[in-house]
Protein backbone atom coordinates (compact mmCIF):
# COMPACT_ATOMS: atom_id res chain seq x y z
CA UNK A 1 0.00 0.00 0.00
CA UNK A 2 1.19 3.76 -1.02
CA UNK A 3 1.75 6.32 1.82
CA UNK A 4 -0.85 8.57 2.04
CA UNK A 5 -0.65 12.10 0.88
CA UNK A 6 -2.09 14.00 3.82
CA UNK A 7 -1.32 17.61 2.05
CA UNK A 8 -3.53 16.45 -0.77
CA UNK A 9 -5.85 15.02 1.31
CA UNK A 10 -6.21 18.53 2.90
CA UNK A 11 -6.57 20.18 -0.29
CA UNK A 12 -9.52 17.69 -1.55
CA UNK A 13 -11.55 18.84 1.98
CA UNK A 14 -10.68 22.49 1.63
CA UNK A 15 -11.82 22.43 -1.60
CA UNK A 16 -14.71 20.52 -1.04
CA UNK A 17 -15.44 22.67 2.16
CA UNK A 18 -14.96 26.11 -0.15
CA UNK A 19 -17.49 24.86 -2.73
CA UNK A 20 -20.05 24.28 0.41
CA UNK A 21 -19.24 27.68 1.24
CA UNK A 22 -18.92 26.09 5.03
CA UNK A 23 -15.94 28.24 7.23
CA UNK A 24 -12.98 25.70 9.06
CA UNK A 25 -14.87 27.16 12.15
CA UNK A 26 -18.51 25.88 11.16
CA UNK A 27 -17.19 22.64 9.95
CA UNK A 28 -15.09 22.24 13.35
CA UNK A 29 -18.37 22.81 15.36
CA UNK A 30 -19.86 20.00 13.41
CA UNK A 31 -17.45 17.90 13.84
CA UNK A 32 -16.97 18.57 17.25
CA UNK A 33 -12.86 19.78 17.22
CA UNK A 34 -11.17 23.09 17.09
CA UNK A 35 -10.76 25.08 14.19
CA UNK A 36 -6.88 25.47 14.02
CA UNK A 37 -7.02 21.57 14.19
CA UNK A 38 -9.12 21.72 10.66
CA UNK A 39 -6.80 24.27 9.49
CA UNK A 40 -3.39 21.49 10.54
CA UNK A 41 -5.35 18.82 8.12
CA UNK A 42 -6.19 21.21 5.24
CA UNK A 43 -2.56 22.12 5.02
CA UNK A 44 -1.29 18.54 5.60
CA UNK A 45 0.31 19.30 9.09
CA UNK A 46 -1.94 16.57 11.22
CA UNK A 47 -2.61 12.97 10.66
CA UNK A 48 -6.18 13.16 11.56
CA UNK A 49 -7.72 9.91 12.92
CA UNK A 50 -10.36 7.59 10.20
CA UNK A 51 -13.10 8.87 12.69
CA UNK A 52 -12.66 12.74 12.04
CA UNK A 53 -11.68 12.12 8.44
CA UNK A 54 -15.64 10.53 8.08
CA UNK A 55 -17.04 12.78 10.04
CA UNK A 56 -15.75 15.47 7.60
CA UNK A 57 -16.62 13.15 4.86
CA UNK A 58 -20.34 12.96 6.00
CA UNK A 59 -20.12 16.46 7.16
CA UNK A 60 -19.10 17.63 3.26
CA UNK A 61 -21.44 14.88 1.63
CA UNK A 62 -18.36 13.53 0.31
CA UNK A 63 -16.85 10.18 -0.14
CA UNK A 64 -14.20 8.63 1.77
CA UNK A 65 -12.34 7.39 -1.46
CA UNK A 66 -12.17 11.18 -2.47
CA UNK A 67 -10.92 12.52 0.24
CA UNK A 68 -8.44 10.09 1.19
CA UNK A 69 -7.85 8.60 -2.59
CA UNK A 70 -8.60 11.04 -4.57
CA UNK A 71 -10.96 8.40 -6.28
CA UNK A 72 -14.21 9.73 -7.97
CA UNK A 73 -17.06 8.16 -10.30
CA UNK A 74 -14.55 9.47 -13.10
CA UNK A 75 -11.21 8.52 -12.50
CA UNK A 76 -12.41 5.32 -10.39
CA UNK A 77 -12.58 3.32 -14.21
CA UNK A 78 -8.40 3.37 -13.76
CA UNK A 79 -7.96 3.02 -10.17
CA UNK A 80 -9.26 -0.67 -11.04
CA UNK A 81 -7.66 -1.20 -14.07
CA UNK A 82 -4.22 0.34 -12.50
CA UNK A 83 -5.49 -2.51 -9.54
CA UNK A 84 -5.92 -5.15 -12.18
CA UNK A 85 -2.17 -4.39 -13.36
CA UNK A 86 -0.83 -5.62 -9.92
CA UNK A 87 -2.95 -8.72 -9.28
CA UNK A 88 -1.32 -12.07 -11.33
CA UNK A 89 -3.05 -12.89 -14.35
CA UNK A 90 -4.61 -16.09 -13.20
CA UNK A 91 -6.39 -13.94 -10.15
CA UNK A 92 -7.78 -11.47 -12.47
CA UNK A 93 -11.37 -12.79 -12.65
CA UNK A 94 -11.05 -13.68 -8.93
CA UNK A 95 -10.72 -10.11 -9.03
CA UNK A 96 -12.90 -8.88 -11.18
CA UNK A 97 -15.89 -11.56 -9.28
CA UNK A 98 -15.46 -10.00 -6.07
CA UNK A 99 -15.67 -6.35 -7.63
CA UNK A 100 -18.94 -7.87 -8.72
CA UNK A 101 -20.25 -9.30 -5.60
CA UNK A 102 -19.22 -6.05 -3.47
CA UNK A 103 -20.86 -4.12 -5.74
CA UNK A 104 -24.24 -6.30 -5.86
CA UNK A 105 -23.74 -6.42 -2.03
CA UNK A 106 -23.81 -2.55 -1.66
CA UNK A 107 -26.55 -2.02 -4.28
CA UNK A 108 -29.36 -3.79 -1.52
Known amino acids: MENLNYVEIGQRIRTKRKELKI ?3 KLSEIIDVSPSYISEIERGCSISSLLTISKIAQTLDASLDYLVFGIT ?14 IPEKN ?10 IANTLKK
Do not use: D, P
Not at 73 to 86: A, G, Q, R
Not at 92 to 101: A, D, G, R
Open 23 to 25: TQE
Open 92 to 101: HNLYISLCEN
Open 73 to 86: VNNSNNTFTEILKT
